[in-house]
Nanobody, 115 residues
Framework: QVQLVESGGGLVQAGGSLGLSCAASGSIFRINAMEWYRQAPGKQRELVAHLHSGGTTIYANAVKGRFTISRDNAKNTVYLQMNSLKPEDTAVYYC?????????WGQGTQVTVSS
C-alpha cells in the first residue's frame, strides 16, 4: 500500500500564492507519474498538473504560467506552487501517484481564494 499525505492548503486573497506538498510513503515502486487534481463544488475532478518520471510536465490551460509542479525524489514528495491565485482556483486539491502496482490518491486539501 501507498499512503499520500497532502499539506499546505488554506485561505488566500486573490493574487496571492500557496504551496502544496504531497508526501508518499509505503510500498513505492517505479513511480510513473505524480499529479495534482482539483475538484470544485458541483464540478468534476480535473487534472491540474502532471509530472512524468522522465521529467515531462503538463498543465491545465487554466493554470499555465501560474502553477508549477515539482518533485523531490529523495523524499518521494511532489509539490505544487500556485501563484497569482484566482477565486476560480478554489477547490479541494488532490495528489495522485501512478506506479507499476496501481494508482493512489491523497485525502485532499482545501484551497480557498477570496476576491
Amino acid at each position: 500500500q501507498v499512503q499520500l499525505v497532502e499539506s499546505g492548503g488554506g485561505l488566500v486573497q486573490a493574487g496571492g500564492s500557496l504551496g502544496l506538498s504531497c508526501a508518499a510513503s509505503g510500498s513505492i515502486f517505479r513511480i510513473n507519474a505524480m499529479e495534482w487534481y482539483r475538484q470544485a463544488p458541483g464540478k468534476q475532478r480535473e487534472l491540474v498538473a502532471h509530472l512524468h518520471s522522465g521529467g515531462t510536465t503538463i498543465y491545465a490551460n487554466a493554470v499555465k504560467g501560474r502553477f508549477t509542479i515539482s518533485r523531490d525524489n529523495a523524499k518521494n514528495t511532489v509539490y505544487l506552487q500556485m501563484n497569482s491565485l484566482k477565486p476560480e482556483d478554489t477547490a479541494v486539491y488532490y495528489c495522485r501517484l501512478a506506479q507499476a502496482t496501481g494508482e493512489y490518491w491523497g485525502q485532499g486539501t482545501q484551497v480557498t481564494v477570496s476576491s
